[in-house]
Nanobody, 127 residues
């Protein structure tokens, strides 16, 4: 059973920083590709970024590239999303997701091949 739990959401001012965490349960975390997605009010869910099982590869949406960073600690079954220079348009519920196929970052697949999802954590960017 794969379970994902996000934390770290809250309110931050434009230009500020916030770090989200996602703790996963499951005995093969180190082999999973992990991703972050978000859904703003009234909009569809969108891809934010992903990290391969070895942390050797990361991939980001254009809208956050250069501002956000993903890394993982396989010993702690945790993946992180560091959000820097946030903008009002970054306001959304952020979801952690896992692809347990072992096939790396699958940019061509629906939802990047993610099959398991957390319940999300709300990030509000407001002055």
């Amino acid at each position: 059973q794969v379970m994902l739990e996000e934390s770290g959401g809250g309110t931050v001012q434009p230009g500020g920083s916030l770090r989200l965490s996602c703790v996963a349960s499951g005995y093969s975390f180190s082999t999973w590709t992990m991703g972050w997605f978000r859904q703003a009010p009234g909009k569809d869910r969108e891809f934010v970024g992903a990290i391969s099982w070895s942390a050797g590869n990361t991939y980001y949406a254009d809208s956050v590239n250069g501002r956000f960073a993903i890394w993982r600690d396989n010993a702690k079954n945790t993946v992180y999303l560091q959000m820097n220079r946030v903008k009002v348009e970054d306001t959304a519920v952020y979801y952690c997701a896992a692809d347990t196929s072992g096939n790396g970052i699958r940019a061509g697949a629906v939802d990047y091949g993610m099959k398991f999802w957390g319940k999300g954590t709300l990030v509000t960017v407001s002055s």
